[in-house]
């Protein structure tokens, strides 16, 4: 039996469509579906049917997909330990963090990180939505959380802080009649958007993105009051930060999985974020 046909199955159990398996797999939507009509022809099972204007697995192709998950893990923690016991001339290593970080903070240490450590090559991905580290989507993530994968190992390695800013021209102060500049409906239940809305009491939303990094101009032209990060806001001169109520700061974790602490690539990237964020740490608290 061919693994590939194993772990195509696997990605549509887990994701649970083939466009959003072929995504994440960096294949097109015709290979998933024949990986799997050649697993169905090796096993004798039918499983997948459309329902709908979809695709899903059947009770048979779930149970399958249930027992490529174990195998995926074990093929997965197997490459963790190779990567974890080899020491390459050359080696890369898999960051994932916030957007915002990634371009106002990090970025512009990694060449810092490079000459001290030129056999490293970092990938740095800004992401919003959090990655596993044991289906090795990261190599190392800084994330506003603590991780709850349990192979997961975290230190906090800072606080970031978040003020109100607009434009400096805005009309309104804190008690006038002001609108918010705010991220679309799908992340309210984030911390800082859930104080928002509350200290918003009920006031209009006239502007909606996805990212921070449009947030920022958009309150800079006007429309509104945004929530930002203090490192990222206050050294635009087109913004002010209100005064009063004060949002709570959120932590800054950095996590490796298990398997990986003892690779000397990933812990000189990863002690060499942590004393990034030490050295700004009154930037990211907006002191």
């Known amino acids: ?30 290979t998933v579906g024949r990986r799997i009509a050649a697993l169905e022809a090796r096993t ?3 499983l997948l049917e459309r329902r709908g204007r979809g ?8 149970r399958v997909a249930a027992l490529a998950f ?15 016991e080899r020491q390459p001339s050359v080696a890369e290593v898999v ?5 915002a970080l990634a371009m106002f903070m990090l970025v512009e240490s990694l060449a810092e990180l490079r000459r001290v450590q030129p056999s490293i090559t970092v990938t740095l991905r800004g992401e919003a939505s959090l990655v596993s580290l044991t289906r090795r ?31 400096t021209d805005y009309p309104h102060g804190p008690d006038g009649d002001w609108s918010l500049v705010s991220y ?27 990212d921070m990094s449009i947030l920022q101009p958009a309150a800079r032209a006007g429309l509104g009051v945004a929530l930002l990060p203090c490192f990222m806001a206050d050294g635009d001169p087109g913004l002010r930060r209100w005064s009063g109520d004060k949002p709570p700061n959120r932590g800054l974790w950095l996590a490796v999985h298990e398997d990986l602490r003892r690779s000397a ?17 009154d930037r990211l608290l907006g002191v």
């Open 184 to 210: 679309d409906a799908e992340m309210d239940r984030l911390p800082q958007q859930e104080w928002l809305l509350a200290f918003a009491s009920g006031r209009p939303i006239g502007f909606r993105a996805n």
């Open 1 to 30: 039996m061919d693994w590939e046909d194993l772990r195509h199955l696997a990605a549509v159990g887990r994701i649970g469509s083939l466009s959003g398996a072929a995504r994440t797999l960096g294949v097109d939507h015709a």
């Open 44 to 46: 004798g099972l039918r």
């Open 265 to 281: 690539a990933v812990r000189a990237v990863g002690d060499h974020i942590a004393a990034v964020l030490h050295r700004h740490r």
């Open 70 to 84: 174990d195998m995926e893990d074990r093929a997965l923690a197997v490459e963790r330990l190779a990567q974890a």
């Open 137 to 167: 989507e990261a190599d190392l993530t800084l994330r506003l959380q603590a991780p709850s994968e349990p192979t997961s190992v975290a230190r906090k390695v800072g606080e970031m802080a978040y003020g109100l800013y607009a434009a």
């Open 55 to 62: 695709t899903a697995l059947t009770d048979a192709g779930e």
């Open 95 to 99: 960051v994932s963090v916030p957007p």
